[in-house]
C-alpha cells in the first residue's frame, strides 16, 4: 500500500502534471498531422526530457505516444491519409464511414475504444510485469543473450518487407552500435580518428535522423496532400456506448490481440491493428461490409493498436527489450532517468512503477476531454500548411539533437542519419530494424561476450540451461524462417508449373 | 533514390567484408579469448550472408509491389530531398559564427520555400519559430544555444 500511495503522490506533482497535459496536447498535434508519425513525436520529445524529473520524464513519453497514436485517426478519417502508420489498417473504412455521413461516429469510435484499449493494456501490464519479473529474477547472461537476438529476430519477422532486408537492417543496426569505446573491452572500434565517435552513438541522433528528418526529405519529393474543407461537428461520443454493446466480443479481442502483440519484443501498434483489423473481417457475421463504412473493424483494430501500446512495456520494463520502436526511445530514457530496465524495478523501486501504471491510466482519461477537443479543432489543426510544419520540425531535429549532448556533431549525424533513413525506406529497408539494432546492439554484445567470457569460449552452455535452449531454438527458427518460406515458395512453384 | 537490390546487396557484401577485416584487427583483451573483435567479426559475416541473398534477388517476393505515385509532382523534383539535410550541415556550421536565431530563420526559410510556401507565410514562419524555438530550449531547458550577429531579445 506505501508504494501505491507513495506512486501517487509523485504523479500528483505539479511538474508531472504540467508534463501530461503538455506532452498530451503535443502528441494529439503531432499526431494529427499526416506524416508525423507517433514514433517521430516520441523522438522530438526526448531532448526536453533530460530536463525534467524522471516521473515527468516517462510521463511526457507515455502521454504524447498514447495521444499521437489516436490522433493518427483523425486524418485518416477525415482525408483518408493515416497520420500514423497504426491508423492506416482501417484509414479506408473510417473514410468510408466520413463520406456516408458519419464522421462523428468514426472519430468518436476512434478515440472511445482507443482509450478503453489503453486502459486495458495498462491492467495487462500491471498483471503481467510482476508476474514475469518473478521469473526474469532467475535469468543469467545467457538467456538474456537469447532474449535480445530473439527481440531482434521478431522485429525483422514483423517487417512489412523481405525479412532477408530486415535482418540485414538489424545488422547494420548492430554494427553502428559498434562504434566507439563502449563496447566490453573499452577499446575504440570503428572511430576512423574521430573524437567525436569514441562516445559511441546515441540512439537520439539516430533515431531522429531517421524518423524526423527522413520524413521532412520525404515531404521535399512528394506534393502537399489535399486540405480539409471547413466542417462543424455534432456529438462525438453519442453513439459509441451502443457500439460498444453491439460489438463488445470484437473489442474484447482487439484488446487481447493488442495485448498479445504488444508484448512480443520488436512488434508494436502498427501490427496490432493490421493483425486486428484483419481479424475482425474473418471473424465477423458480415465480412461483405468491411469497407464500406462498417465500424466493426474500426472497434477491434482501434483498441488493439492502443492496447499494444501498453503492454509493449512489459518486455521493456522487465528485460529492457524494446516492444516497439516508442519503447526503444523510452528505454533510453529509462535509463537516463536512473530507473534501468530489468526485474529488479518491480521490487527496488515499486513506488515509480506505481507512478508509471498511473500515468497509463491517467493519459487515457484525459485522452477522451482532450480528444473531443481535438476533433472540434481538426478542420483548423489539419488546414495548417505543411509548407509552414516541416520547416519547423527540421530546426527541432537540429536543436533536439544539440541538446542531447551540447554538441554540434549529433547535428550532423542527424543529417547523415535522414540520408540513411530516407535511402533505406525507398529500397525496402523497414528503418525500424535498424533502429532497435542500435538501442540493442550493446546490450546484446555485452551479454553475448560476458556468456562467452564465462563459458571459455565454448558456445554449449547456451542451449544448456532449459529456458536458454528454449529461447535459442526460438531465435534460430525466426532466423532460419525466411530461407525455408522461400525454398518452400520456390519448391511449390516448380510444382505448379510442373503440374500445369 | 531508388536502386537496384543487386547494387545495395553488392553495398552490404563490401561493408560486411570491411566489417570483418577491420573487427579482425582490433587488439586482443590479453588473457581472454573474446575480445573487441568477436561482435563486429560476426555482424560482418552476417551482412555478408544477406548481402549476397538480397543481390541474388531472395526473399524479393515478401515485398509489397511498389506504389505509383499520385497527384501533382513537386516543385523542386526528386533533388529537393537532399535540401533537409543540407541545411543541417548549414546549421552546424554556422549556427556558432552566425548565431541561432539568424541560422534558424535561413534554414526554415529555405525550407519553407523549397516546400512551396509562399513567401507572405515562409517569412512570419521563419521569424516566428526560431524565436519560440529558442524560448523553449534557450530560457525553460536551458540549452545554451549562440547568441552570434543577432541575440535573443530576453
Not at chain 1, 467 to 489: E, G, H, N, T, Y
Not at chain 2, 26 to 38: C, F, M, S, T
Request: glycine share 10%; proline share 7%.
Amino acid at each position: 500500500m506505501e508504494p501505491l500511495l507513495e506512486g501517487f503522490r509523485l504523479v500528483m506533482a505539479t511538474d508531472v502534471l504540467i508534463a501530461i497535459f503538455a506532452s498530451a496536447v503535443y502528441g494529439l498535434v503531432v499526431g494529427s498531422l499526416p506524416g508525423l508519425s507517433a514514433t517521430m513525436a516520441t523522438a522530438l520529445l526526448v531532448p526536453v526530457t533530460f530536463w525534467l524529473s524522471p516521473i515527468a520524464a516517462i510521463a511526457t513519453i507515455i502521454t504524447a505516444s498514447a495521444m499521437a497514436i489516436f490522433s493518427g485517426d483523425i486524418p485518416g478519417a477525415l482525408l483518408r491519409i493515416p497520420g500514423t502508420p497504426a491508423s492506416a489498417a482501417y484509414t479506408d473504412e473510417a473514410y468510408a464511414m466520413t463520406r456516408k455521413g458519419q464522421a462523428e461516429l468514426a472519430l468518436g469510435a476512434g478515440l472511445w475504444f482507443s482509450a478503453i484499449g489503453g486502459i486495458v493494456g495498462t491492467i495487462s501490464l500491471m498483471l503481467l510485469a510482476p508476474a514475469l519479473a518473478e521469473v526474469a529474477l532467475s535469468f543469467s547472461t545467457y538467456e538474456y543473450f537469447w532474449l535480445a537476438l530473439l527481440g531482434l529476430m521478431c522485429a525483422t519477422l514483423v517487417a512489412r518487407s523481405s525479412p532477408i532486408k530486415a535482418i540485414a537492417s538489424m545488422l547494420l543496426g548492430l554494427l553502428i552500435a559498434c562504434i566507439g569505446m563502449e563496447n566490453p573491452a573499452g577499446t575504440p572500434r570503428f572511430t576512423f580518428g574521430i573524437p567525436d565517435l569514441l562516445g559511441g552513438i546515441e540512439p537520439i541522433p539516430a533515431l531522429v535522423g531517421v524518423f524526423a528528418v527522413s520524413e521532412v526529405m520525404r515531404a521535399m519529393a512528394s506534393a502537399e496532400p489535399p486540405k480539409l474543407p471547413k466542417r462543424k461537428f455534432g456529438s462525438i461520443l453519442a453513439n459509441q456506448w451502443g457500439l460498444t454493446k453491439k460489438y463488445q466480443w470484437p473489442m474484447w479481442r482487439g484488446n487481447f490481440v493488442g495485448i498479445i502483440i504488444g508484448v512480443l519484443p520488436g512488434a508494436g501498434a502498427d501490427m496490432a491493428a493490421w493483425v486486428s483489423y484483419a481479424m475482425s473481417k474473418k471473424f465477423s457475421k458480415e465480412p461483405e461490409k468491411f469497407g464500406t463504412g462498417h465500424p466493426e473493424g474500426l472497434v477491434e483494430a482501434g483498441a488493439s493498436n492502443n492496447a499494444s501500446l501498453a503492454s509493449g512495456w512489459v518486455p521493456s520494463l522487465l528485460f529492457g527489450i524494446p516492444g516497439d520502436t516508442i519503447t526503444a526511445i523510452a528505454i533510453g530514457v529509462l535509463y537516463m532517468k536512473g530507473l534501468n530496465p530489468g526485474p529488479t524495478l518491480f521490487t527496488e523501486r515499486a513506488s515509480s512503477m506505481y507512478a508509471l501504471y498511473i500515468i497509463f491510466i491517467l493519459a487515457n482519461l484525459i485522452m477522451i476531454p482532450l480528444g473531443i477537443i481535438m476533433i472540434r479543432l481538426a478542420s483548423t489543426v489539419l488546414r495548417a500548411p505543411r509548407s509552414a510544419v516541416m520547416p519547423v520540425i527540421l530546426l527541432l531535429c537540429a536543436v533536439g539533437s544539440f541538446a542531447t549532448g551540447n554538441n554540434l556533431f549529433a547535428v550532423l549525424l542527424v543529417g547523415v542519419f535522414g540520408i540513411l533513413g530516407f535511402v533505406m525506406e525507398k529500397n525496402g529497408y523497414p528503418v525500424a530494424a535498424l533502429v532497435l539494432g542500435i538501442v540493442m546492439g550493446s546490450m546484446l554484445e555485452q551479454n553475448f561476450v560476458t556468456s562467452l567470457i564465462k563459458s571459455d569460449g565454448d558456445v554449449l552452455p547456451f542451449f544448456e540451461r532449459p529456458v536458454s535452449s528454449f529461447l535459442a531454438a526460438l531465435s534460430i527458427s525466426a532466423l532460419l524462417w525466411p530461407l525455408a518460406a522461400w525454398i518452400w515458395m520456390r519448391v511449390s512453384r516448380s510444382r505448379r508449373r510442373v503440374a500445369g | 533514390m531508388l536502386v537496384t537490390d543487386r547494387i545495395t546487396g553488392g553495398g552490404l557484401m563490401a561493408l560486411g567484408a570491411a566489417a570483418a577485416w577491420f573487427g579482425s584487427r582490433l587488439p586482443a583483451v590479453p588473457g581472454q579469448d573474446v575480445g573487441p573483435a568477436a561482435f563486429p567479426m560476426v555482424i560482418g559475416f552476417g551482412l555478408m550472408g544477406c548481402g549476397a541473398l538480397i543481390a541474388l534477388g531472395i526473399g524479393q517476393s515478401f515485398e509489397p509491389p511498389e506504389e505509383a505515385e499520385e497527384g501533382p509532382k513537386p516543385r523542386l523534383g526528386a533533388s529537393g530531398v537532399l535540401i533537409p539535410p543540407a541545411l543541417l550541415l548549414f546549421y552546424a556550421l554556422a549556427s556558432e559564427p552566425l548565431g541561432f536565431l539568424l541560422t534558424a530563420a535561413i534554414m526554415v526559410l529555405v525550407a519553407g520555400l523549397a516546400l512551396g510556401s509562399r513567401l507572405a507565410i515562409a517569412i512570419p514562419v521563419a521569424v516566428v519559430a526560431p524565436l519560440l524555438v529558442h524560448l523553449a530550449f534557450y530560457k525553460l531547458l536551458r540549452v545554451p544555444l549562440p547568441e552570434g550577429l543577432i541575440p535573443a531579445p530576453w
